[in-house]
T-cell receptor, first 110, second 115 residues
């Protein structure tokens, strides 16, 4: 079945360093969504990418959708302690549902 | 705008007992999802409703799990009997309509521990 994998599984960075997580799908995606889950919290929608090669920015966060629409990345510039959490990508499976990736847990050391 | 409400927030039961979770989606959202999130993993879809009809329940362990959304608004998810491996966070989410491209809004979840 369809799989959505993320690497790395964990990442510890010093505050101020950059961070990148990569998302890879076994199938071509019509779109991809990113969610953030704070420790003890629930997933919160960040963004959706639709077009091949699309790049979107939200302040220090840069999201990219691959040309083949099978991979995506999230890059955080100059991490802050508020960036701590697990970042999930999610790709559609069929018409109605999404498959969530394995997640990347980010820890920021002050 | 009120978010997705879930109760209880925490539940501890012994194996073979029964448990039920409740979810009230965002007003006007036709689609409701139940996810199971095991520690360290991403959310796994258990069942998806469109109004009061089931869209997808392919990953719901139907021998022990059941869910309903009788009036197309709030929903309950039941486990009977519970197993140790059911220990997880059960997340409810809703979206305005079903389909690819719709943002899902998650509730705070119910943390279930089966002893």
């Amino acid at each position: 079945g369809q799989q959505v994998m993320q690497i790395p599984q964990y990442q510890h960075v010093q505050e101020g360093e950059d961070f990148t997580t990569y998302c890879n799908s076994s199938t071509t995606l019509s779109n991809i969504q990113w969610y953030k889950q704070r420790p003890g919290g629930h997933p919160v929608f960040l963004i959706q990418l639709v077009k091949s090669g699309e790049v979107k920015k939200q302040k220090r966060l840069t999201f990219q959708f691959g040309e083949a629409k099978k991979n995506s990345s999230l890059h955080i510039t100059a991490t802050q302690t508020t960036d701590v959490g697990t970042y999930f990508c999610a790709g559609p499976s069929g018409t109605y549902k999404y498959i969530f990736g394995t997640g990347t847990r980010l820890k920021v050391l002050a | 705008e009120a978010g997705v409400a879930q109760s209880p927030r925490y539940k501890i039961i012994e194996k073979r007992q029964s448990v039920a979770f409740w979810c009230n989606p965002i007003s006007g959202h036709a689609t409701l999802y139940w996810y199971q999130q095991i520690l360290g993993q991403g959310p796994k879809l258990l069942i998806q409703f469109q109004n009061n009809g089931v869209v997808d329940d392919s990953q719901l362990p139907k021998d022990r799990f059941s869910a309903e959304r009788l009036k197309g608004v709030d929903s309950t998810l039941k486990i009977q009997p519970a197993k140790l491996e059911d220990s997880a966070v059960y997340l409810c989410a809703s979206s305005l309509v079903p389909g690819s491209g719709e943002t899902q809004y998650f509730g705070p979840g119910t943390r279930l521990l089966v002893l």
